[in-house]
């Protein structure tokens, strides 16, 4: 077998001019393939971890925005609020961006989120807690775990935010959800430091009975008006929307990139059959097998997928450090790259090679020596 890999990348060394083109092609269509997929990867671990974190909660703001906050409540609204009957928990919160607002960031950005201290564990169960504790004065914050982790941040030390510096006393476990960009400070604090006094931009719901929130955003509405209530079965149809959106792209370029490596491959392999086809000819009368020699094709052809889905997955891995390297990234992009997106990009190499080898071979094979000499 190694003797037939060895002959193989002699022959594809004779033909440089044909494989290195093939083998960009196959590279470029690969890469499109990792990195399409690792980006509905990304939004299919996002969209569990949202789902979860709001599920039977509602979130009661101005403008139906997805990332939950468009526009401001003055916050003697809550009091009218608390007259609902299905309501059981309000939490007055301050949404702002923890990055300046003119930047451009890729994926979730990392948010501030204030709140009543005394209400965080209504927000954050005390077991979404990595280490440390909820804050207890206003120069303390919780941080999430993408944001210790990408500013390597510990318990005790200081996070510097475009509004303030603050003392960093919990850091909460990996979720996969937007809790793990999210700061959480005292609404207070907040409000004085971002100039909002009184004011804020969403109002979270706990409803007291399950089922309630339909009831719950009918009498939102009836007794504020414009206030409007974002559920979660509105959060996880937004979510449902984005992953079938990245899922459609993913087959697309799945398609594209297996149609265009199958026909530049192929067309490598039909020029070195219609080459050697004497050869083939020859070795067929002495005995040899058309499994043999079919073979000895397919080893050619699995080393220009194989390095092309090699180089292909470099490209993919230095094109995500480079997006991680830039602050409009937040710190993160949109890429996950999974064991099973390694597995799957590498066996459709392996089929691509599989077919590209058969079909040019596939008639002469079937002919005798004879009539493929006289060809």
């Not at 093939?22 to 393939?33: E, K, P, Y």
């Not at 401001?72 to 009091?79: G, R, T, V």
């Not at 050869?279 to 220009?304: H, M, P, R």
Request: proline share 3%; charged share 20%; glycine share 6%.
């Amino acid at each position: 077998m190694i003797g037939i890999f060895k002959e193989a990348v002699r022959m594809l060394l004779r033909r440089k001019s044909r494989v290195i083109p093939a083998l960009c092609a196959v590279s470029s269509g690969i890469f499109l393939l990792i990195v399409t997929a690792s980006v509905s990867a990304y939004f299919m671990e996002l969209s569990s971890g949202l789902i979860d974190s709001f599920k039977g909660k509602a979130f009661l703001c101005e403008k139906k925005n997805f990332w939950i906050g468009g526009g401001l409540i003055p916050e003697e609204k809550i009091s009218s609020l608390r007259t609902i009957e299905n309501i059981g928990i309000l939490i007055p919160m301050l949404i702002s961006r923890a990055e300046a607002d003119d930047i451009v960031v890729m994926g979730i950005p990392d948010i501030i989120v204030g709140i009543p201290l005394e209400l965080c564990h209504f927000y954050v169960n005390a077991s979404a807690l990595l280490e440390g504790k909820f804050p207890e004065s206003p120069d303390e914050v919780v941080i999430g775990w993408d944001i210790a982790k990408n500013r390597r941040l510990k318990i005790g030390e200081e996070i510097e935010l475009k509004c303030g510096k603050f003392k960093v006393s919990g850091i909460t476990k990996k979720t996969s959800s937007i809790l793990d960009k999210q700061i959480i400070a005292s609404l207070s604090e907040m409000q004085r430091l971002l100039e909002r006094k009184e004011l804020l931009t969403c109002i979270m719901a706990i409803p007291s009975k399950e089922n309630a929130i339909e009831k719950i955003s009918e009498e939102v509405k009836s007794k504020t008006g414009y206030i409007q209530t974002i559920s979660s079965r509105y959060i996880e149809k937004e979510i449902a929307q984005t992953v079938s959106f990245w899922n459609a792209l993913t087959i697309v370029f799945f398609l594209i990139s297996g149609l265009g490596s199958l026909a530049s491959v192929s067309a490598v392999t039909a020029m070195a059959v219609t080459e050697r086809k004497i050869e083939i000819a020859v070795k067929k009368a002495i005995g040899a097998k058309n499994k043999d020699i079919y073979i000895e094709y397919l080893s050619e052809s699995l080393i220009i997928t194989c390095v092309a889905w090699i180089t292909a997955l470099v490209f993919a891995l230095a094109f995500i450090l480079f997006c991680e390297s830039f602050p409009w990234t937040s710190n993160a992009a949109v890429f996950s790259i999974t064991p099973f997106i390694l597995f799957f990009s590498l066996l459709w190499s392996v089929l691509i090679a599989a077919a590209a080898s058969y079909l040019p071979l596939r008639d002469i094979l079937s002919e005798s020596p004879a009539v493929l000499l006289r060809s």
